[in-house]
DNA sequence: CCGCGATACACCCCAACAGGTGAGCACGGG
DNA sequence: CCCGTGCTCACCTGTTGGGGTGTATCGCGG
């Protein structure tokens, strides 16, 4: 029997990836995007809440999928910090965390485990390229880590407040965004915002899993 | 005989916003935009080339102005910086410079007197608000010189080329900068360039008249 | 005539950002 | 087995930006 999984995240890019990365293992993941389009009723075991420039303050929307009556379990797709129950309290109702360094057999794995409630070690396995998956500005070069800090600058963040979505420290922030600048060609905040606009770095804001919620200021 | 006008300036509002201020004398004068629409082979007897959010260092622009044959003559319309020849040279063939300033009756005797050839005295007459005419962010509140360094904000400049473009010092721009973030309600510049992206602070870039340049960058 | 708003500029302070260098660790390919 | 790439972080420096306050002139409206 096939785990029926939501994609959570607001970039067209990154859930079409994720999905792609996921497709050949179908006989035992079917991805259901959360999307305009899909049936409100429609039921998932696992919806997958990707954390690619989501601001981790978003508890809201956590805690949204957590109450949702149509989620079985939510399960938060991070970079896999050693430790994601460290900071000030994660929201509560989360099934597991798995690591973004995980190869795409071992995912699907894993949301198996947790689908029978069996156990997940955290095996994060250290420090390594992300597998698999898409993401914006993926054929420009930029990493998925530059990517991921440019989007965040790109909606118009401080240093600071990526800081505490991505739970990284200032001096790495510091160096992704220079090293970004150099590949995209620029040299200012500015130019930069200028240039994640021009190239969809900004998040789509249309999603059906997010309805109910207020109107996104923005 | 009434004198054939255009209005150049990359702004849908400006360029209406001065028309509109002109329907008055439309005896005296006819605006005709050089937009899309326009047979490019009409003939205009003078271009006012506005300089709102203008690169003063667009002296390509104003050249290419002079060299159209479509084109009489080349009237700078700025805001009347009491020595417009000041700055490491214009660009020549311009015929005259009038002010900002300027109510509208002033205006079309001015155009009047450049188009017969006569001198034009120098009435700048000081420092005083700007009539009639119209600007992005007019009903946010924001004054013409607000909207000015926010345009330039938006696409992405920095304090030091504002200086360049608008004549100003490092100040005053700072000034306008602060008080016009405070009337958006943002506090940073990454936010007030998001604003102007969402209201229109962009310069439109599909001018006629520009046709034959390069397409910019941008 | 006096206040108010707009333009224009000055000086000051401090936080934020840009840019450079270096360094450790993990992984994958030659 | 080394080399390259990506992720992570640190330290340092210089420039830019944000914010406050104050001053001056002009023009409009009460």
Redesign the pocket.
């Known amino acids: 029997m096939t785990i029926r999984l939501a994609i959570v995240n607001d970039y067209e890019v990154v859930v079409r990836g994720l999905a792609s990365m996921l497709r050949s293992y179908s006989d035992r993941i079917e991805v259901v995007e959360l999307d305009a389009g899909t049936d409100p009723a429609a039921r998932v075991d696992i919806a997958l809440f990707d954390t690619f420039a989501q601001s981790f303050r978003d508890r809201e929307r956590i805690a949204r999928l957590v109450r949702d009556p149509r989620v079985g379990k939510v399960v938060v797709y991070t970079?896999g910090a050693d430790d994601p129950s460290a900071g000030s309290g994660q929201p509560p109702g989360i099934a597991a965390y798995v690591s973004k360094r995980l190869a795409a057999a071992d995912l699907v794995t894993a949301l198996e485990r947790i689908h029978a409630d069996e156990p997940v070690r955290r095996q994060d396995?250290?420090?390594?390229?992300?597998v698999g998956g898409d993401w914006p500005g993926r054929e420009e070069g930029l990493?998925?880590?530059?990517s991921e800090v440019l989007s965040l600058v790109t909606q118009g963040y401080?240093?600071?407040d990526i800081v505490e979505t991505t739970m990284?420290?200032i001096?790495?922030i510091?160096?992704?965004?220079?090293s970004a600048?150099r590949k995209i060609g620029v040299?200012?905040?500015s130019r930069a915002i200028l240039w994640g606009i021009d190239h969809g770095f900004q998040p789509d804001r249309v999603r059906l899993d997010d309805s109910g919620g207020s109107p996104e200021h923005r």
Do not use: D, F, M
């Not at 396995?125 to 992300?130: F, I």
């Not at 510091?174 to 220079?178: E, H, L, W």
């Open positions: 970079w396995s250290g420090h390594g390229p992300l990493t998925a880590r530059e401080s240093n600071n990284l420290s001096n790495s510091k160096s992704y965004i220079r600048y040299t200012t905040r």
